[in-house]
């Protein structure tokens, strides 16, 4: 086998491996690109997450302002029950 033919194997077999690189290559990009959009989507849900979260403590705050409130109304309206109850009742004749 003389140096041109061994050229030529070398150029063929030089092709092939760019060949193969190309096409690792591409589809490593191809991987890169669905890793970028999966990515993307779940940092859309967990914007979702959070702004759902803050909704839901927002909510929570209010719904304790409220017991708060109940809570003192009821202790006041116990209060005066129990004021009435000591006072000494009379009796109709």
Excluded: F, Y
């Excluded at 061994?6 to 150029?11: K, S, V």
């Excluded at 302002?65 to 309206?77: F, G, K, P, Q």
């Amino acid at each position: 086998m003389g140096p041109k033919r061994e050229e030529e194997e070398t150029t063929l077999s030089l092709r092939k491996r760019n060949e193969e690189l190309e096409r690792e290559l591409r589809k490593s990009k191809e991987r890169e690109e669905q890793m970028k959009q999966e990515l993307q989507r779940a940092w859309e849900r967990l914007k979702i997450a959070e702004e759902g979260e803050e909704r839901l403590c927002s909510q929570l705050a209010e719904l304790e302002a409220e017991a708060v409130i109940d809570a003192r109304a009821s202790h006041t309206r116990i209060l005066s029950l129990m004021e009435q109850l000591s006072q000494p009742q009379t009796l109709p004749s």
